[in-house]
């Protein structure tokens, strides 16, 4: 079976593995479409946290059923979005229906080997049908549902404004389920191909670049406000540490972005703004199906995100150039036939 294999920073393999085999209450399934998400290009450059070599990236996945194993929805053949988020189903978190923060989670592709290879097995619990999405928009569920998570865990209103710091993949994901929710949505990065993405295709309300006084151009957008809800995407240590600046009194900020270090804020300016600090953590079943049915709809856009796609025998020639911001990558995607 064909296999990609991250070997250890910037270096991947391509082999063949072993067939798997399904244990009880395990399905087979054919991979079919590979999103290429942050927190690959970050295992790549050995920056993500969490996470050990060599391993078996990738956890935005379309599939096709083999063997549906005890899952009562599915039939072999189905077209499936994998939920690529392993729960132990017992601890506190998951007892709260919270299994995207298990104390024992395991990501594919992250803290165990995911789907860069032609077939894996899951719980068949963790296979959610998909009849009437494309193979592209079954893979880009996984990365729009933590931005719908995201966005639900804020309980934003409707009317209310919302800047969105950082403009990739999950940044997009947030703003399309923020402006679902009702909200006037601010984009804010330092890359302007983005910030025109996220006024010409997405319709945000406003966009700011961030190397010009983010805060005084939020305040002015605001009326002298700032915005009440301010989402973190970056995962750069930099701008999570200046978001605390972007809330508005009263305010929250949300840290979707991960880092891999230790961050620091003013508590003066902190306890004066009396500001709510979220973290948000991968997605639930919950989202996922809330993704699914939001695509199936027609009111999420998965298309116009994927810039770049490439065939499976192809994609360790392609990834270097991925990392680089001039050749204007948003989404890869990886086919296999």
Known sequence: MKTIICKKPGKFVFTETPEPEPAKDEALIKIRNIGICGTDLHAYRGQQPFFEYPRILGHELSGEVIHPGSNPELQPGDQVVVNPYLSCGKCIACRHDRTNCCESLQVLGVHCDGGMRERITVPASNLIPAKGLGLDQMATVECLTIGAHAVRRSEIQAGEWAAVVGTGPIGIGVIQFAQA????????????????????????DAIVNANSDPVYQLKELTGGDKPTTVYEVTGNKGSMEASFNFCAHGGQLVLVGLVKDSLSFDDPHFHKHELTLRSSRNGTEVDLRYVIKSIRAGQIDTENFITHRCGFNEMISQFDSWLQPETGVIKAMVELE
Do not use: K
């Open 181 to 204: 929710a009702g909200a006037h949505v601010i984009a804010v990065d330092v890359n302007e191909g983005r910030l025109r993405y996220c006024r010409d295709v997405l319709g945000v």
